[in-house]
């Protein structure tokens, strides 16, 4: 089943002070429906961060990642992470909306005109793939999974339902469990941990099932904001986001 956003935004976010109350109606939703309007805020809120991000996964990968998210109007957009990878990493995306830079360093990565999905293929990936999944692609030197259009035909979702209610880092949250649907094939179960008091997820878990065994994968989120940035460097792709 395909995600439709049915829910103006403004509904989402009316009355709301920055960095607080975005969405709290979203818990009360349908599980499909609050689904698509956590989407909606990641997809049109103008400017959206979530300063503290930890990923983390086991198995066939190791990974222990610190960073943080923000996401501005015109494909302006600053991704990072920094920690184990594998091996020692320090990931970077940047981009002001006309140009973006990206990868694990100046030789392995990426520098060319934004890409016209940019948002789209960073907001949809983290709600149906999970932040881990461009991650990855910054480690190999790639851009954003179908930056440049059709992530929401590439990546579906479906199978919702509410799971009981569960705290989160001593936070109140109602998660919201799915199945993942890649070019077609279901590849991975999925919950979403909302925030009663925002709508916003608290903490992703996926597993993913390969031939050789299971991946379990967890990202928490915290320090939402939905305030411009103090500086416009912020989205600066100068200096080198490696240096």
């Known amino acids: 089943m395909r995600i439709h956003h049915a829910l103006p935004l403004a509904l989402l976010l009316a009355a709301a002070p920055a960095g607080a109350q975005i969405g709290p109606d979203v818990v009360t939703l349908p599980p499909e429906e609050a689904f698509a309007a956590v989407e909606r805020i990641l997809l049109e809120e103008e400017h959206l961060a979530a300063d503290e991000v930890e990923l983390r996964a086991d198995s066939a990968l190791t990974v222990r990642l610190m960073g943080g998210l923000r996401l501005g109007p015109g494909n302006r957009a600053r991704l990072h992470a920094d920690g184990l990878f594998e091996v020692d990493a320090r990931l970077r995306l940047v981009s002001d909306g006309t140009r973006m830079v990206g990868g694990r360093s100046a030789e392995v990565g990426f520098d060319e005109p934004t890409a016209p999905a940019l948002r789209e293929a960073l907001a949809i990936g983290f709600t149906r793939m999970g932040l881990l999944h461009n991650v990855a692609r910054l480690f190999t030197g790639a851009a954003p999974d179908h930056a440049g259009g059709g992530v929401t035909e590439w990546v579906e979702v479906h199978g919702f339902e ?81 240096e």
């Open 162 to 242: 509410w799971l009981p209610e569960q705290a989160v880092s001593g936070h109140a949250t109602r998660p919201l469990r799915f199945t993942v649907r890649v070019d077609g094939t279901d590849t991975a179960e999925a919950e979403l941990f909302l925030h009663k008091a925002t709508g916003l997820p608290l903490l992703r878990r996926q597993r993913v099932t390969f031939a050789t065994g299971r991946m379990i994968v967890e990202e928490y989120y915290s320090g939402w904001l939905n305030t411009p940035p103090s500086e416009e460097a912020v989205f600066a792709v100068e200096p080198s986001p490696f």
